[in-house]
């Protein structure tokens, strides 16, 4: 008697407990009462070449280390088989007057063998498709007395040949030679085979294959798949090249932007500092070729509609490496820097850097409005040097926003110190960085609820919840991870006259070379991927609005009470109100939406994101299991009842009359 007795409590509990959950959580969404604007920047992406995201991911060069500018000059390449042939290759140092490519190679194929020739691996193999073609270029140089055939050849690891072509006629004075040919299979680890034959020697250089089918058709451009990804994002901004990219491991390993325009083949290669950052991820074949340079990220920016926001060194490297400083009356070469940046992307074609775009293609202005003074920089140090930065600029281009860093922590000393030395000053936006665990996330989604409305904006540059991980490379996205972010993005979303902009980090991620993980897309030789977190910020992005619109549970913020949360916002033009709602709880929970004195249609659609699981997780290999779904919902005059799934993000959109 006394243990059924002792269960009565028990059950009592329960059935409070479900009970309680299923009462309805009532939300008057203000929408006739809009409140400030949401900035056309509010969403963006954050890129840095961390992952193999630039060499090997979105820049669609296969050929890896093909001008031979690798610490060893012919990592990425092997000599063909004996049987293949025999002859020589001699690695040389010698463009006295190219100091950005200085080296080439020199091959000698042994006549009486027939051939002779080296292999290329690739980053972690060339994903080749089927029916698409392939440019292959190489610059070469015959030796006096020399007679020289190239076939170039695309192989499967079982050695099948699945596409080839044919090159001749080379000569004694360096020159660039040229040939296309289409693949026979689809391979996602092909190798490239150039085979030489005939007698004497031959100089190569810039050795490269691009698919022709590159994002917008451009000659040895972006991979299409991986930038659609991003461009479906519909991203207000795009931040580049980083992150850490920007300070280096040492200063002269830093990030130099003069150093990535111009042709491709002058560009000078620097060790990727991720190459040896994470000691259990090592990537000693981490390079930057910076064929994706500052010229291609500002072009992608305009392709995709995103503002463009360039970060530059600030005469520091990185304060967790090497910690090195300019000093301040050596600063004046970094200024510079961002003075001819401004003037590269700004300026009338008749200046030197504005000059320098419109003869790489593009005699349009990019219309730079942003620009970032360090990555995440603390203490005196940044302070000082950010002041030098912005009093010239602010007196120079008054018309440019300047983002400033809070360093590299969400709260503490060094936070609250460069929050304090800012507000003396003048930034536009201070950067602020948290990759937390996911209830983190969940906490703080009312982070911005008190900061001053009238103070310097918060550009929330960086943040991912960082959870549980496993063996598959995409196995730390998890669903819960995002379900958190999604929380914490309502906050944001709710405090957009505080927060002007926002982004993800890390974007890319190669599932064969990452070094840091969580990571928004995944992607690998051939396919392309998107994480719950990706979803997560589609939804934000793509049903953004134009203007906050209170939406509020017993007259408070619906932030976090009973696991729910929510934000609203109007877009007038499009004739849309967005309302977002996150039950981060295990339980279905009924709501109902009063909406505010507008001019609906009747028409709405849910769009629901979800899983069952907490530690769900999309994969390359596997498919992506978590993908948002759309129902329709009834509006019943100025009512929405809906059920709130467990474990969910939705977005309601409600179509209003557009004016």
């Known amino acids: 008697m006394k243990k059924i007795l002792s269960f009565i409590p028990v059950l009592f509990l329960l059935a409070s407990i479900t ?74 140092l010698y463009y006295p ?43 070469a140089r015959l ?79 972006l991979r299409k798949d991986i930038v659609q990804m991003i461009a479906d994002l ?26 990535t325009v111009g042709p491709a083949e002058d560009r000078k290669m620097i060790m990727n500092r991720w190459n040896v950052e994470i000691r259990n991820r090592q990537a000693p074949d981490y390079f930057q070729s910076f064929g994706l340079g500052f010229y291609e990220y500002f072009l992608l920016a305009e ?65 730079l409005k942003y620009l970032g003074i360090g990555n995440e920089q603390w203490d005196e140090q940044y302070i000082e040097r950010y002041r030098e930065f912005e009093k010239v600029l602010k007196k120079n281009h008054p018309e440019i926003k300047i983002v400033s860093g809070s360093g590299p922590s969400s709260a503490g000393r060094m936070f609250e110190y460069g929050w304090n030395e800012l507000r003396k000053l003048s930034p536009d936006l201070i950067d602020e960085h948290y990759y937390m665990p996911p209830e983190w996330f969940l906490q703080n989604a009312a982070r911005y ?28 996205n998890t669903w819960y991870s995002a379900l958190c972010e999604a929380a914490f993005m309502t906050g944001l979303e709710r405090n957009a006259d ?4 926002a982004s993800y980090a890390p974007l890319l991620a190669h599932t064969d070379a990452w070094q840091w993980r969580p990571d928004l897309i995944w992607f690998d030789n051939l396919k392309v991927m998107g994480s719950p977190n990706y979803y997560v910020q589609k939804i934000f992005s793509n049903y953004s609005g134009t203007r906050i619109v209170p939406a509020l549970s017993e007259g408070k913020a619906l932030s976090g009470q009973n696991g729910m949360y929510a934000s609203s916002s109007l877009d007038w033009k499009k004739g849309k109100l967005y309302v977002k709602i996150v039950n981060s709880t295990d339980l279905p929970v ?40 759309s129902a329709p919902v009834v509006l019943k005059g100025r009512r929405v009842d809906t059920s709130i799934d467990p474990l969910s993000v939705n977005v309601l959109i409600i179509d209003i009359k557009a004016r």
Request: with cysteine; net charge negative; charged share 25%.
């Open 449 to 476: 609820d008190n900061y001053d409305r009238n103070g310097i904006k918060v550009f929330a540059g960086e943040y991912a919840a960082h959870g549980k991980e496993g063996a598959d490379p995409e196995s730390r």
């Open 97 to 139: 007057n190219n100091p950005g490519n200085p080296h080439f190679i020199s091959i000698f194929p042994d006549p009486a063998s027939g051939s002779f020739g080296l292999v290329n691996e690739g980053f972690r193999g060339m994903g080749i498709r089927k029916d698409t073609q392939y440019n292959f270029s190489v610059k």
């Open 498 to 501: 505080v927060v002007h902009m």
């Open 143 to 221: 030796h006096e007395d020399s007679d020289i055939n190239m076939k170039v050849e695309l192989v499967s690891p079982s050695e099948q040949v699945i596409g080839s072509a044919m090159l001749s006629d080379f000569n004694g004075e360096w020159s660039g030679h040229k040939v296309s040919f289409s693949a026979t299979e689809t391979e996602a680890r092909a190798q490239m085979r150039i085979t030489l034959s005939g007698k004497g020697g031959i100089d190569l250089d810039m050795i490269s294959l691009f698919p022709a089918d590159t994002w917008k058709e451009r000659e040895n451009g």
């Open 303 to 367: 392709d995709i509609g995103a503002e463009p926001l360039p970060i530059l060194n600030c005469g520091m490297s990185c304060q967790f490496n090497a910690a090195e400083v300019v000093p301040l009356e050596e600063l004046d070469t970094y200024i510079q820097d961002a003075l001819d940046l401004i003037e590269f992307a700004n300026g009338e074609t008749s200046t030197r850097w504005g000059g320098l775009r419109a003869g790489m293609g593009h005699p349009g202005k990019f219309n």
């Open 590 to 629: 009924p709501v109902r939406l009063d909406l505010g004195r507008l001019p609906y249609t009747g028409n709405a659609v849910k769009q629901t994101l979800k899983s069952a699981n907490k530690e769900d997780f999309n994969s390359v290999a596997g498919g992506e299991t978590v993908r948002p779904l």
């Open 234 to 259: 519909k991203p207000g901004f795009l931040r580049f090249p980083g992150g850490c990219i920007v300070e280096g491991r040492t200063l002269e390993n830093r990030y130099q932007w003069k150093k």
């Open 19 to 92: 009970v309680s959950a299923q009462e309805t959580v009532q939300i008057a969404v203000q929408a006739d009462k809009p409140g400030a604007e949401i900035q056309p920047t509010m969403w963006g992406v954050f890129f840095e070449d961390i992952n193999f995201a630039a060499d090997g991911g979105i820049y669609a060069e296969l050929v890896k280390n093909r001008s031979f500018e690798f610490e060893l000059p012919l990592s990425g390449w092997r000599q063909m088989p004996k049987q293949n042939g025999t002859g020589r290759i001699v690695p040389g």
